[in-house]
């Protein structure tokens, strides 16, 4: 589930200047990955989001970002994963307008809806990790 | 250090024109530095430009609708201009309307919005020598002679 011939990339997130660098990152693999200018944006965007997620929430994390390549399509798969005090409740946390902070409590449930794939992984104590694909059409 | 996004006077209008991916701090910064700015200049109306903006977040749309917010209660109309469609089909599937936000597709459109909106509030036929008069003394006038 590599990208062919390259290491994916990690971001450490532990600032706001890597919600930014995030953005960035994503959008070479994106741009490199030729989504479609649409479908660049929504998941440029729903990196932004998780990466804040990481951030706020997650008191920091990383993000690790790679090109893949799964039954001849091609993709972005981002994996944002913290060791913060987790989701008890994620469908709870999957409903818009929901936030535990002060948010708008679109980040998990708005992001879903930008990606193809989006797998929560979550426990209390136990941290969370995020894990989104987009492909290319 | 975050960016700081310069806040132009144009007028009776204040131009916020965004050209750099914005972190967080840089965009609490210029939410607060234009209710500032909308007070100080006694402006009538503002113009955020997001031609260069390629992503608009939950974070950034609430910054949007929140100066929007403000400036309203501030005596100001708020139009953001030159969104791009895969921008506005984002926003809409990510699941933020942007409501009470005014918008126009050319910064030329909006502030010809702002023009309109300005005119229409202080009433019929006095809104041709405004931009002469220049204080903001004949906008409370007109307002109290109802």
Same mark, same amino acid.
């Given at each position: 589930?590599?990208? $062919? ?14 919600? +930014?660098? %995030? ?6 693999? %994106?741009? @490199? ?5 649409? @479908?660049?944006?929504?998941?440029? =965007?729903?990196?932004? @989001? ?19 390549? @799964? ?7 981002? +994996?944002?994963?913290?060791?913060? $005090?987790?989701? $008890? ?25 930008? +990606? ?5 992984? =979550?426990? $209390?104590?136990?941290? =969370? ?9 | 250090?975050? &960016? ?25 910064? *210029?939410? &607060? ?31 949007? #609708?929140?100066?929007? #917010? ?23 599937? *990510? ?24 005119? #229409? ?7 041709? #020598?405004?931009? &002469? ?14």
């Amino acid at each position: 589930m590599n990208s $062919p011939g390259r290491d994916p990339q990690i971001l450490e997130i532990t600032a706001n200047a890597a919600v +930014v660098q %995030a953005r960035q990152l994503v959008r070479a693999l %994106a741009q @490199e990955c030729r989504l479609s200018l649409v @479908e660049q944006t929504k998941l440029i =965007t729903a990196a932004s @989001e998780l990466a804040r997620n990481t951030l706020i929430y997650g008191g920091g994390g990383t993000m690790t970002a790679a090109l893949v390549d @799964e039954r001849g399509r091609r993709g972005v798969r981002l +994996v944002f994963a913290d060791q913060g $005090p987790g989701i $008890p409740d994620t469908d709870l946390a999957l409903t818009d307008g929901w936030t535990s902070g002060n948010g708008m409590g679109l980040g998990l449930s708005g992001s879903k809806r930008l +990606v193809d794939d989006f797998v929560l992984d =979550t426990a $209390p104590g136990r941290g =969370t990790t995020v894990t989104i694909t987009k492909w290319a059409r | 250090m975050s &960016d700081q996004v310069p806040v132009l006077r144009i007028g009776q209008v204040l131009l916020v024109s965004i050209q750099t991916d914005l972190d967080d701090q840089a965009v609490m910064l *210029l939410q &607060d530095d234009l209710a500032a700015a909308v007070v100080d200049s006694g402006a009538h109306g503002v113009v955020i430009d997001i031609t260069a903006v390629e992503i608009v977040d939950s974070f950034v749309g609430r910054m949007l #609708s929140t100066i929007a #917010s403000i400036s309203r209660l501030l005596d100001a109309q708020t139009v953001v201009v030159g969104m791009r469609p895969a921008v506005a089909i984002t926003l809409v599937e *990510l699941g933020l309307s942007l409501g009470g936000v005014r918008t126009a597709l050319t910064l030329d459109k909006g502030l010809r919005l702002l023009e309109q909106a300005r005119a #229409s509030s202080l009433g019929g036929g006095t809104s041709t #020598s405004q931009g &002469d008069a220049g204080d903001e003394g004949t906008a409370p006038d007109a307002a109290a002679g109802l």
